[in-house]
Each structure stands twice: as C-alpha cells, then as structure tokens.
C-alpha cells in the first residue's frame, strides 16, 4: 500500500508540472505569434537600410566627401565589443548557451581584448567566465520601439568613435522559423563591404547557413552595382550633416532589427521546450500510471492469497 501511496504522490506532483508547462506554452505561443509579426514587418526595411549602409561604405572608398568615421575602419584593431542579445529567462531549451558559445568562439576568432555590452540576464554569465562586461541593459519580452535601445546603441557608437572600441558586433540569434533558430555574430562597426568575414550579412536573409561570404558579397554587389555605381546620391545641405544623422540611425536599425530576431527566437524555443517538457510529462505519467496498476494488482493480489490461505487453514 506504501508503494502504491508514492506512485500516487508522484503522478499528482508530475501532472501539476504539467499543467505549468503547458500554460507556459501557451504564453510563450502568444508572445512568439507577436513577436515573429514584428521581426517579418521590419526585415524589409532593415535589409534595405542595411544595403544602404553598404553602398555609402562603397562610395566612401572613392569619394572623399562622403567619407564618416562610422563607415571607416580604424588601422589597428586593438579592442572591440559585442553587443550580447540574451534572455531574461531560462526554461527554452539550449537558446542561451547556443548564442553564449557563438560569441566565446567569435572572441577566440578575433584575439583581441574584448569587451561584452550584455542586454538580457543570462549573458552575464560570461562575467564568471572572465570576460570583461562593460554595460548592461534591461532587455523587454516585447520591444515596441527603436527608441527602447537608443542608450545601448549610442554606448556602442561613442565607444567606435572614441577609439574605445576598433570594431562592434552584434551577437544574436537569427530567427529562421519557429522550429529552428541560428546563433550569429554579425559585424556593425565600421561597415566595409570587402570585409573578410563569415559573419557579415545582411540581418534576417533567410538561414545564414546557407549563405556563404563569397554569396553574399556577389549579391551585394549585384543588387548595389558596386562595380561601376550605377547611381549616387545627393546630400542636402551637405554630406556630413546628413551622414551624422543617417549612418548612426541605419546603425541602431540593425541592432534593432538583431533584437527583434533574438525575441522571434527566444519565444519559439521556449514554446518549443514547453512542449516537449508537456510531452515528456504526459509520457511520464501514463509510465507510472502503468506502474501503479501493477503495484495496486500486485497488492489485490497479495490480499487475495492471504485470505485464501487464511479460510484453508480454518478449514482444515
């Protein structure tokens, strides 16, 4: 009967983790279903300002008037800081440990001192790993506006600009579809569209993966005409005044962008860990449901043999 009490007791306790995983679910699904409107609204307009970005860092190499020091590279790359996009929470599945590694393995690419502008809780792990944290920012479930990360952006851009930092990047995890999610780094500062890097792209073009540095830098180069610009541009009242305002807003349109991919990511692989943990539970509890009718048999059984044995004894 002990036996049978802490089956009991166990299949109560796993069907209440049940019931929490699958409420958690279900707000995570609510909070994905937001979040993926939002990074699908915005990708087209973040590729093209990207773009943007680029053909301004190509016309630079050959215009001296349109030359910024955001858009130009510094000639010795002493230190940069990456802008980490984490959760708040855990209970989704490897999100945070993917992206942590992806930025520890673009550190140990670069072999520069670096320094780690943390949004989200879980990033501050790294700090215990030795890592140098220079800023850390509130991070939201559901970012409403650009305006949320201007402070963390401006951080970034005063550091590249101080000489602080030689280059910015900008870790998160790329938004593919709600069963998959890809962790990248993606450089921000200075833009060079014949940037050597694997991690160069443009934010939100279908699974990174697949893209290769050679692949996108032909279709960059196609879509801009990069070789022999095929158009330019007119800047009022002139191009630095324009530049100081644009370049900086392009910049934060990126970094706002990565963050709407990390929170399109971070609620699917949530909901996705909810349902397996839901899953996982149910399976538990048919288990050792199962077991507590044999253990129940069993004791019937036992019972019934007692008895048995009992009325034979009085018998004879």
Not at 14 to 23: C, D, G, L, P
Not at 144 to 157: F, H, Q
Not at 193 to 203: A, F, H, Q, S, T
Not at 232 to 258: G, K
Request: hydrophobic letters at 40%; proline letters at 3%.
């Amino acid at each position: 009967m002990a036996k049978t009490k802490e089956i009991s007791r166990r299949i109560k306790s796993v069907s209440s983790t049940k019931k929490i995983t699958k409420a958690m679910e279900m707000v995570a699904a609510a909070k994905m279903r937001r979040a993926i409107e939002a990074v699908l609204k915005t990708r087209t307009y973040a590729n093209l300002s990207w773009e943007t970005v680029l053909h301004l860092a190509a016309l630079a190499e050959k215009k001296e008037e349109i030359r910024h020091p955001l858009l130009s590279p510094h000639a010795e790359v002493k230190k940069v800081a990456i802008i980490l996009i984490t959760s708040n929470r855990g209970m989704c599945g490897g999100y945070n440990s993917a992206i942590i590694a992806k930025a520890e393995s673009s550190v140990k690419k670069h072999k520069v001192d670096t320094d780690f502008i943390i949004t989200g809780r879980k990033g501050v792990i790294l700090a215990t790993r030795g890592y140098e944290i220079a800023a850390e920012f509130e991070k939201t479930d559901i970012l409403s506006d650009s305006r949320e990360i201007t402070p963390l952006v401006k951080l970034a851009i005063d550091g590249f600009m101080s000489g602080k930092y030689d280059k910015v990047f900008v870790a998160y995890t790329d938004f593919v579809n709600p069963a998959k999610q890809v962790p990248r780094v993606k450089q921000i500062l200075p833009v060079q569209i014949d940037e050597e890097d694997e991690y160069l792209g443009i934010v939100g073009e279908g699974s990174p993966v697949a893209l290769t540095p050679e692949m996108i830098k032909d279709k960059e180069k196609k879509h801009l005409g990069i070789n022999g610009a095929t158009f330019e541009y007119i800047f009022e009242p002139n191009s630095r005044t324009v530049l100081d305002v644009m370049v900086p807003r392009l910049i934060e349109t990126q970094v706002y962008q990565a963050y709407l991919e990390a929170n399109a990511s971070e609620h699917s692989a949530r909901m996705t860990a909810m349902h397996q943990a839901t899953d996982a539970a149910n399976d538990m509890v048919e288990e050792l449901t199962l077991f507590y009718n044999k253990a129940r048999q069993a004791g019937i059984t036992a019972e019934i043999a007692e008895i048995s044995a009992g009325a034979n004894a009085l018998a004879e």
